[in-house]
C-alpha cells in the first residue's frame, strides 16, 4: 500500500467479536492487541468498536451480527460508520452538502430516487 499511495491513511480496524465460535475470541483480543500496536495514530489509526457490538466477555449485543453471529448486520455496520465518521472527517473535511454516493444497495448501477440525500 505505501508504494501505490506513500501518504495514505491507513485505518486498521479490529477483527469483530464473534460468536459462532467462543473459543476463537482469545486469539481475536491477541491479534487485536497486536494491530493496536502498529498504529501511530497519524498515517496509520486503529479503529475498535468491539465494545459497541458486544459485552466484555464478547457475547454480541442483538441485532449487532447476522445470524451467522461473524458478519455485520445494518445496525452493526451503523456502529462502524459512526465511529469512522469523525476519521474521515478529519482526514477528508466536513461532508459536502450534497451527496454524491449512489444509493445504499450495493449496487452503483442502481438509480437514486428523487428526494434528500441519504446521510
Partial sequence: MRT????????????????????????IDKINRNLAKLADAQKIRYLKVNDKLADES?????????????????????VW???????FTELLGPPAKQD??????????AVRLPGPPNR
Fill in 100 to 109: 454524491h454516493a449512489p444509493p445504499p444497495t450495493g449496487d452503483p448501477s
Fill in 58 to 78: 464478547g457475547r454480541l449485543f442483538e441485532g449487532m451480527m447476522n445470524a451467522d453471529k461473524l458478519h455485520p448486520a445494518t445496525q452493526g455496520y451503523q
Fill in 4 to 27: 501505490k499511495a506513500p501518504d495514505a491513511t491507513i485505518i486498521a480496524t479490529a477483527i469483530f467479536p464473534r460468536n459462532d465460535n467462543m473459543a476463537v475470541m482469545p486469539m
Fill in 81 to 87: 460508520a459512526d465511529a469512522l465518521k469523525p476519521i
